[in-house]
């Protein structure tokens, strides 16, 4: 079994920065993917950002130069460094981990963590 818990999440005004992480624990391949996905209320989650095991990062335009992907394999862990935060970032951010299982392509996501953007 795999574990995702996100942490970091809470209220900061528009402008300011937050810094989210995601430890992954459980049988966990060396070979994975990790990204950072939002949901918005009445919205479809997004995908943010992703890095490879080689730390191969993705960005979405919509973070694109503000938001930070970064990763500890040796922890297992992920991060979301976010700047010049704004209120549409407002949003619950999942963590996810992708990797091939017994041939299968799986992804695990983690509980989520609230992140408010006051204005």
């Known amino acids: 079994q795999v574990q995702l818990v996100e942490s970091g999440g809470g209220l900061v005004q528009a402008g300011g920065s937050l810094r989210l992480s995601c430890a992954a624990s459980?049988?966990?391949?060396?070979?994975?993917?990790m990204g950072w996905y939002r949901q918005a209320p009445g919205k479809q989650r997004e995908l943010l950002a992703t890095i490879t095991n080689t730390r191969y990062t993705n960005y979405a335009d919509s973070v694109k130069g503000r938001f930070t992907i970064s990763r500890d394999n040796a922890k297992n862990t992920v991060y979301l460094q976010m700047n010049s935060l704004k209120p549409e970032d407002t949003a619950v951010y999942y963590c996810a981990l992708d990797m091939r299982v017994d041939g299968e392509q799986k992804k695990y996501w983690g509980q989520g963590t609230q992140v408010t953007v006051s204005s």
């Open positions: 459980g049988s966990i391949f060396a070979i994975n993917t």
